[in-house]
């Protein structure tokens, strides 16, 4: 069962809510996370807002932030670049600053949503929670581990930038070689927040590291299955769940994942929407040698057509093919439905091949299937 608004927003409106007047006066600032745009609503009130970005951030987070009033400034290439922009930022201007994953009020404002999926689930086995900064799965876990102890809280992270795990294995937050790009950016942290984790650190049952291949997979799956978008981070816990990497112990039982991110761009789904279907053996490509003579594409395509795949590009290649002058080189991006029907596809191909008419030769330099 999939939580998709379960207060999410609620960590940054309470720690907005819990300051003095007078810093009311002042900007507001809070750094990257799901919870700009939360903060950002406040300057349609008239209270200035500030909010610090990545260079590499989400179009439409941008948008959003501004839309409602935000100031944007965007600097660095990662969350950790401009969290220390930010925190330096705020002592030149003298500004107030809200961090958006180690701040106690947001540590606190996370927990709401823990009791609320209690409220809504309370014989809830299981939660599953992204991790990045772990602001969120330290305000989840304290509050259900309060009320509900036997409820498991599992984190899911990205196995390029595992700071969770590398701070339980440490015993205290440790910062991680950060990767170039990554599909779950928005838990690209570096280093978990020192407050948080000293919530989180006793509570979280199990840690869970998901690849770039099973985040796309996620995004997929959630577009076709539940018609939701969400961003890599927000389909971490998803990404888990389809791999199999639960514990075989919640087989049958009743577990909730939450999904907390929707910011990714309209051409950026796209290219993931595409890795997906190639990591789910959907969208194949191949190269093939046929007879450069009339009737050598139609072979190959009448294979394709015989077992139901259908062609997505077809290109040609002459130039540097060895063989001989008769020869073509034809390198193809076919839809397929299943890993089944990819097999089916390469085993019809290579019947062609193995056959006595020698119209397809072999596979290609390309690649085969």
Not at 19 to 35: F, H, Y
Not at 68 to 96: C, W
Not at 285 to 308: M, W
Request: hydrophobic content about 45%; glycine content about 10%.
């Amino acid at each position: 069962e999939a939580s998709r608004n379960a207060g999410l927003g609620m960590p940054c409106w309470l720690s907005a809510m819990m300051l003095k007047p007078e810093e009311w006066r002042q900007r507001l600032r809070v750094c990257p996370g799901g919870e700009d745009a939360i903060l950002a609503y406040l300057a349609k009130l008239g209270i200035p807002v500030t909010v610090v970005m990545p260079e590499t951030a989400p179009l439409t987070k941008i948008t959003k932030c501004e839309t409602l009033g935000a100031k944007v400034l965007k600097h660095g290439s990662n969350i950790a670049e401009a969290a220390e922009y930010a925190a330096t930022f705020v002592d030149e201007q003298n500004l107030t600053y809200i961090n958006g994953f180690d701040h106690p009020d947001i540590i606190a404002g996370a927990g709401t949503v823990g009791i609320e999926i209690l409220e809504e689930l309370p014989e809830v086995d299981a939660i599953v929670v992204p991790v990045g900064g772990a602001g969120l799965i330290a305000g989840i876990s304290l509050a259900v581990k309060k009320i509900s102890p036997q409820t498991q809280v599992i984190g899911v992270e990205p196995a390029l930038c595992p700071s969770f795990s590398e701070a339980m294995k440490a015993g205290k937050p440790v910062r991680v070689t950060l990767p170039r790009t990554t599909l779950a950016d928005g838990l690209a942290v570096p280093q978990v927040g020192p407050h948080a984790f000293a919530v989180a650190k006793d509570k979280v049952d199990d840690l869970i590291t998901v690849t770039e291949e099973e985040v796309s997979i996620a995004i997929l799956r959630l577009v076709e299955g539940e018609k939701l978008v969400q961003e890599g981070a927000g389909a971490a816990g998803i990404a888990a769940l389809c791999a199999g990497k639960l514990p075989e112990s919640l087989r049958g039982k009743k577990v909730c994942v939450i999904l907390c991110g929707g910011n990714i761009d309209t051409p950026v789904l796209g290219r993931v929407i595409e890795r997906g279907l190639a990591c789910d053996n959907r969208l194949v490509r191949f190269s093939v040698v046929v007879s450069d003579r009339p009737g050598g594409i139609l072979a190959l395509v009448s294979i394709i057509h015989k077992v139901g795949a259908s062609i997505r590009d077809i290109t040609h290649e002459r130039a540097w093919l060895k063989e001989g002058i008769d020869q073509v080189e034809v390198n193809m991006v076919v839809e397929t439905t299943s890993l089944s029907h990819r097999n089916a596809l390469s085993e019809a191909i290579e019947d062609a091949i193995n056959s006595d008419t020698h119209v397809i030769e072999r596979w290609g330099d390309g690649c085969a299937l």
